[in-house]
């Protein structure tokens, strides 16, 4: 059985991934996305530091693709002054 994982929950997990995510930036000297390309291709060599962050940044990637998909949830509880298109907020 699935378990259902709550807005708050989701934005709790992604602040929490953050700071360790940027750590790795910062020591590589290279944005996740990149890395990530990298890593998947399999052009980087297989080191502990990079099985983590390719672990990390996967589970951010989930974790937003959750957070998408309960957008709804957030939309009507906000003051927008105008309906939004419904495909405003894909490319975020």
């Known amino acids: 059985m699935a378990t259902t994982i709550s807005l708050a929950e989701i934005i709790e997990d992604l ?3 953050e700071p360790k995510i ?3 930036e910062k020591k590589y ?3 996740s996305a990149y890395f990530y ?3 998947k291709a399999g052009k ?3 080191k502990w530091d990079f099985q983590n962050w390719a672990g990390l940044y996967e589970i951010k990637l989930d974790r937003l693709a959750e957070y998408k998909g309960k957008l709804n949830e957030v939309l009507p509880k906000l003051p927008l ?3 939004l298109e419904d495909d405003f ?3 975020v």
């Open 15 to 17: 602040q929490g991934l």
């Open 22 to 24: 940027l750590e790795y």
């Open 29 to 31: 000297q290279l944005l």
């Open 37 to 39: 390309k990298l890593y």
């Open 44 to 46: 980087l060599e297989e």
């Open 81 to 83: 002054i105008e309906v």
């Open 89 to 91: 907020l894909v490319t």
